[in-house]
């Protein structure tokens, strides 16, 4: 079984450059999540969707965050401009619906975004 | 931010020996995890802890959820060289979606 998969493993842009992550997750899995995982720290949740909807995005910093799951399936990320503070790595997730609530989550590789 | 704190942030160990960590946090949670995660890959769940007082092994680790809720230890016995990684304990409230992460416990093995 595939895991999830995101893209691009590697991005280095400027500081206030627009970038794009991708992620598709686990097949069957309704719950996706993107996590921002700053050096040193563990991973934070920015975003929840339960299929296409985002039930929880009160961590996502809506100025220049975005994220959407139009078809409950593949989800974007997508920050615009970007801040030299939004270097990180950004996790996708995804779960069973019951199993989220058990905290069994799978993630993606991760990508990782530096900021210039 | 971080709820969790982990100890110790480090730790070099000698192949064979074992390795004890925890996680402390100022709310009480329901569930605790402990992932691990190596270089250039996402965290993997390693043991899931969902009652108070709960002890749970898996292979050569072994996990406790605190009395309290507000704590949880993770052990590793008989370190091998594939044990090296980031362990990240997490906590999760009732009915919750949302995993609160440690800020990891870095385990470095010499063979």
């Known amino acids: 079984e595939a895991g999830v998969v995101q893209s691009p493993r590697y991005k280095i842009i400027e500081k206030k450059q627009p970038v794009a992550f991708w992620c598709n997750p686990i097949?069957?899995?309704?719950?996706l999540y993107w996590y921002r995982q700053n050096l040193g720290q563990g991973p934070e949740l920015l975003i929840r969707?339960?299929?296409?909807?985002?039930?929880?995005d009160s961590q996502l910093p809506k100025d220049r965050f975005s994220a959407e799951r139009l078809k409950g399936v593949d989800s974007t990320l997508k920050i615009q401009p970007a801040e030299l503070g939004d270097s990180a790595v950004y996790l996708c997730?995804?779960?069973?619906?019951?199993?989220?609530?058990?905290?069994?989550?799978?993630f993606g590789e991760g990508s990782r975004l530096t900021v210039l | 931010g971080q709820q969790l704190n982990q100890s110790p942030q480090s730790m070099f160990i000698q192949e064979g020996e074992d390795v004890s960590m925890n996680c402390t946090s100022s709310?009480?949670?329901?569930?605790w995890l402990w992932y691990k995660q190596e270089p250039g890959e996402g965290p993997v769940l390693l043991i899931a802890?969902?009652?108070?007082?709960e002890l749970t092994s898996n292979g050569r680790l072994t996990a406790q959820f605190g009395i309290t809720r507000k704590d949880s230890f993770l052990n590793i016995s008989a370190s091998i060289p594939s044990d090296v990684g980031i362990y990240f304990c997490?906590?999760?409230?009732?009915?919750?979606?949302?995993?609160?992460f440690g800020a990891g416990t870095t385990v470095t093995v010499r063979a």
């Open positions: 802890l969902y009652k108070a007082g």
């Open positions: 997730a995804s779960s069973s619906p019951l199993a989220g609530l058990t905290g069994e989550l799978f």
């Open positions: 709310s009480i949670f329901n569930t």
């Open positions: 097949s069957g899995h309704n719950t």
């Open positions: 997490a906590g999760q409230r009732s009915n919750d979606y949302k995993l609160s």
């Open positions: 969707y339960e299929n296409e909807e985002a039930v929880d």
